[in-house]
């Protein structure tokens, strides 16, 4: 089970995949996830991707791609994965798709989840995420049991530096600019299920999960 989730940043990608993985038993893999470990422990990958984050803008190709190729060949990989914010664009949905056809495997879905822009902006002043497991919560339609901590693992919340409208703003410009086309990308691929991302958590996860089965 090879999964894809595509949308638009704050459209419930985290979200959903965090439900998928666990419905499957296979890893969540996010890129963004993986680039904040990195800034938070300070590494020289960490160190690039942070100037282009915070303008809202994608981290190059030549970076994010061997990350991402290098973590799908890890051991736990060998049922499938989650992939979450990745691909952003069409080179990193090419070189994806090259890779995994050297090993006869290719993407069994890619789930799109559809949110209109003035939802979006409206979400992510409310976005609290855990800064150790990677759990996403909402402060209004989608609240931790105890506030401010993470349900999970026990972690405070905290709000993420680039969920600041003027950010938000930049990121969804970049979306439309350079991730909606994979869109077409993955319907040609014949593996593209389309779901109402502006219903509730619990109604997209069972919109997905009828889809997956
Ligand atoms: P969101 O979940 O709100 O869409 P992410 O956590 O996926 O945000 O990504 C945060 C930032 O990390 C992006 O704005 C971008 O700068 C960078 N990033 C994450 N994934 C990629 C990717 N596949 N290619 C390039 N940049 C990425
Ligand atoms: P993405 O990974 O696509 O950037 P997230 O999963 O982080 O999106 O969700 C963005 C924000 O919207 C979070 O605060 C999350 O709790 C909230 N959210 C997710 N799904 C829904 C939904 N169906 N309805 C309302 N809020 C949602
Ligand atoms: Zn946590």
Redesign the pocket.
Known sequence: MKIVMLG???AG??TQAVNIAKEFGIPHI????I??ANIKNQTELGMK?KS??DK????P?DI?IGM?LDRIVDNDCKNGFVL??????IP?AESLKAALSLQDARIDHAIDIEVPDEVITKRMGGRRSCPKCGGTYHIAFNPPKKEGICDNCGTELVQRA?DKPETVLE?LK?YHDQTQPLIDFYRNEGVLTEVDGTKKPDEVLADILGALR
Not at 84 to 89: A, E, H, L, Q, S
């Open positions: 638009a940043p704050g990608k985290g996010s890129t963004g996830d680039f904040r991707a282009y984050m809202g803008a994608l981290v190709d994010t991402l979450d914010g990745f691909p952003r664009t990193q680039d990121r970049t």
